[in-house]
């Protein structure tokens, strides 16, 4: 058990568009899920925290207004990167921490390669 | 967050046991020890995790020092397809801080043949 995917699991979108991402724990009640990007050749940095029904609590630095989360259900969440722009091109994947466990050990997906031109 | 140390990179030769060690000597008290690895373009699998105790599952062995400050991940029979990054990864599961990861830049293990 413990299956998180992402879809889609690559995308390229033009300038200024926007883009969204889901998470889905598969077989699991989620009590919290987290977004990370991480750029070539660098390690996993996280975005935000979500929790079911609430707000996401966004990291330092990065744009709540740009990088909308819902989580509007315990299996899904979805990132939209908004406007996208080149600058925004990375690897985002999401993980899923089980309801009822602990401790709450995330897990993770597979990942979404965006590349925008 | 506790900082960690782990070897940029290591070799093991296909069949024999791969020891990772991380030093994680600003541990605090109800941080567990987490380790995941990451395959080329995958997302982190999580491997295993242990507070105190040495812990062994069908992945792995963590092995703890008694006074919390270093571990070591184990990997009984080394393959191919364990070349990954591995990441040692203090967190307070289920705290407050709904149990941030941070990753640094983990060792990154190459087995061969």
């Known amino acids: 058990g413990a299956v998180v995917s992402q879809h889609p699991s690559r995308v390229i979108c033009k300038s200024g568009t926007s883009v969204k991402i889901e998470c889905r724990s598969l077989d699991f009640q989620a009590t919290t899920m987290f977004w990370y990007r991480q750029f070539p050749k660098q390690s996993l940095m996280l975005m935000a925290t979500?929790?079911?029904?609430?707000?996401?609590?966004?990291e330092q630095g990065v744009e709540k207004d740009k990088f909308l989360i819902n989580h509007a259900s315990l299996t899904l969440s979805t990132l939209t990167v908004t406007s996208a722009h080149p600058e925004d091109s990375s690897f985002y994947i999401c993980?899923?921490?089980?309801?009822?466990?602990?401790?709450?050990?995330?897990?993770f997906g597979p990942g979404t390669r965006l590349l925008v031109l | 967050d506790a900082k960690t140390t782990q070897p940029t990179s290591m070799d093991c030769a296909e069949g024999r046991a791969a020891n990772l060690p991380c030093n994680h000597s600003t541990i605090s008290g109800n941080e567990y020890v987490y380790w995941y690895r990451q395959i080329h373009s995958q997302g982190p699998q999580y491997i295993i995790h242990g507070l105190k105790n040495n812990e062994t599952n069908e992945m792995a062995s963590l092995i703890i020092t008694e006074d919390r400050k270093s571990s070591t991940l184990i990997l009984p029979h080394a393959t191919l397809r364990d070349t990954a990054v591995y990441y040692c990864?203090?967190?307070?599961?289920?705290?407050?801080?709904?149990?941030?990861?941070?990753f640094g830049q983990g060792t990154i293990l190459t087995v061969h043949p």
């Open positions: 993980s899923a921490t089980r309801q009822g466990l602990n401790p709450e050990t995330q897990y």
């Open positions: 979500s929790n079911e029904g609430s707000k996401a609590t966004y």
């Open positions: 990864i203090p967190s307070n599961a289920g705290g407050t801080s709904y149990g941030k990861l941070t």
